[in-house]
């Protein structure tokens, strides 16, 4: 399975965990990317964590070996017209990964996570490791 991958927190954690689907898919994915969302997201945890310096510093070094992309605004219309749709659903997602899937979106990306929620955005390609 090749493809253009999009990770979401609870991939990049499971990948650190040596998730052996994870690390079976990511080995046959053509390109991957990361959200800087997710490593906001990742830096938070660590904070908070009884590790933190050794954690901050495994983010260092993922985020030095990882493409990264960044919200710009193209990405900030497909997160109004995201949340536009799921507030008209009654079916709000958090905040976080709004931006994540707009970023996926925007991008033409496949999102790879283990949250059931973004079911609820159309349009929206996802995968499940």
Known sequence: MSGRFLLDTNIVIALWANDESVMNHLALAS???IPLIVLGELCYGA???A???KNIARIDDFAIQSTILLADMTTAQQYGQI???LRAKGRPIPENDLWIAALAVQYTLTLVTRDDH???IGGL???KW
């Open 125 to 127: 390609s996802l995968a």
């Open 47 to 49: 904070r908070k964590s």
């Open 51 to 53: 590790w933190s310096a």
């Open 83 to 85: 949340k536009n749709r």
């Open 118 to 120: 973004f079911n609820a």
């Open 31 to 33: 390109e991957v990317f």
